[in-house]
């Protein structure tokens, strides 16, 4: 990037035809190099310009989607793809330890299908447990199947995976999982936020999830409002999958999804809908305790007022006074209410 360059690929003589041969030695890979372009790009690098460097609203400089590219094979180590950063492109053709993803914040990581295995339950794992832990950006694609708690903590990453096994979506926070494949005991356990979505042309999903916490509808109903936009979310990360792993099933489900998509199934936390829908709140929350959040929530906004005047050295209200012998106003109350 320092040469003005709009991407870069890794390679170098350990590579064989193109891609770097990985071993269960090798832990975290592509971690230290998300680290060092964050550093760089936001530390150490102000001037830096670049095709491929862009900034966001708050001044964060990231880079362009596929800026860096890396090509794996073999059987990587723990943590695959940790803190995968924007810009970062991991493509692995082989099999990945535990933690795939973990913590990470942007970019894509990729796992495909050495080959052979089979279509069974348990007869193409390529990556092992709890992958996007801690994810809060980023997307995932496996071609082929995961280990336990999949997506386990995960707070905005976007998945797609062909099969997963007990306890996938615990503690999801956000973000949004489509599993093509088996699932085991436990979907959705503890979830508060995001969306898993799960193809289940058996009718299984109503078994096993943890209904508990979370609801479940069909992405097809017509009766559901929200169904459009979420048989639109499927569609799409479906074709994102395709893109990026060439799977079989998903390019099978997409050319015939006139049918397949009433066999999806979507998840959705029942603690999202007492932030969110207005009836669940009514139903969860008596008059008193709406009372009371109500005028905790004015008076947190009055004092604030107050707080960002004293901050900045300025009067609150900008010096409003109101005139004499004026009462019932609303600049005489603003500042009873900033002061009081």
């Known amino acids: 990037f320092n040469r003005g360059e709009a991407s870069v690929a890794v390679?170098?003589?350990?590579?064989?035809?193109g891609a770097l041969h990985l071993g269960n030695r090798n832990k975290s890979v592509g971690g230290q190099l998300a680290i060092d372009l964050e550093r760089e790009l936001n530390y150490g690098a102000?001037?830096?310009?670049?095709?491929?460097?862009l900034t966001d609203e708050r001044g964060r400089r990231y880079l362009a989607p596929g800026s860096v590219r890396v090509l794996t094979t073999g059987s990587a180590?723990?943590?695959?793809?940790?803190?995968?950063?924007?810009g970062m492109h991991l493509e692995h053709t082989g099999t990945c330890n535990d933690g795939v993803g973990k913590s990470m914040s942007g970019g894509v990581i990729a796992v495909r299908s050495p080959g052979g295995g089979s279509s069974d339950a348990g007869g193409n794992v390529l990556i092992g447990n709890f992958a996007l832990f801690g994810?809060?950006?980023?997307?995932?694609?496996?071609?082929g199947e995961a280990g336990d708690r999949f997506a386990v903590r995960n707070s905005g990453a976007s998945a797609v995976v062909e099969g997963v096994g007990d306890f996938a979506g615990e503690y999801m926070t956000n973000g949004a999982?489509?599993?093509?494949?088996?699932?085991?005991?436990?979907?959705?356990?503890?979830?508060?936020?995001?969306?898993?979505?799960?193809?289940d042309p058996r009718g299984e999903l109503a078994l096993r999830a943890s209904t508990d916490s979370v609801l479940l509808g069909s992405i097809t109903a017509a009766t559901d409002p929200l169904a459009a936009v979420h048989n639109h979310a499927v569609q799409l990360l479906l074709e994102l999958h395709v893109e990026a792993t060439?799977?079989?099933?998903?390019?099978?489900?997409l050319e015939n999804w006139e049918v397949e998509q009433h066999s999806f199934v979507y998840a959705m936390p029942k603690a999202l809908m007492l932030y969110q829908d207005s009836d669940a709140i009514l139903a969860a929350k008596s008059h008193k305790e709406l009372l009371e959040e109500l005028a905790s929530a004015i008076?947190?906004?009055?004092?604030?007022?107050?707080?960002?005047?004293?901050r900045d050295g300025r009067p609150a209200l900008n010096g409003?006074?109101?005139?004499?012998?004026?009462?019932?106003?609303?600049?005489?109350?603003a500042l009873l209410s900033a002061y009081t």
């Open 135 to 143: 994810a809060t950006g980023g997307r995932v694609f496996v071609e």
């Open 246 to 253: 060439g799977s079989a099933l998903g390019t099978r489900l």
């Open 177 to 199: 999982v489509v599993n093509l494949g088996e699932f085991g005991k436990g979907v959705g356990n503890g979830m508060s936020g995001g969306f898993f979505y799960q193809y």
């Open 299 to 310: 008076a947190a906004r009055q004092v604030r007022t107050f707080k960002l005047a004293v």
């Open 77 to 86: 180590g723990l943590s695959f793809g940790a803190f995968c950063n924007d």
């Open 46 to 53: 102000a001037g830096l310009l670049a095709p491929g460097v």
């Open 11 to 17: 390679s170098g003589p350990e590579f064989a035809e």
């Open 320 to 333: 409003a006074v109101p005139a004499y012998g004026e009462t019932d106003t609303a600049t005489m109350y």
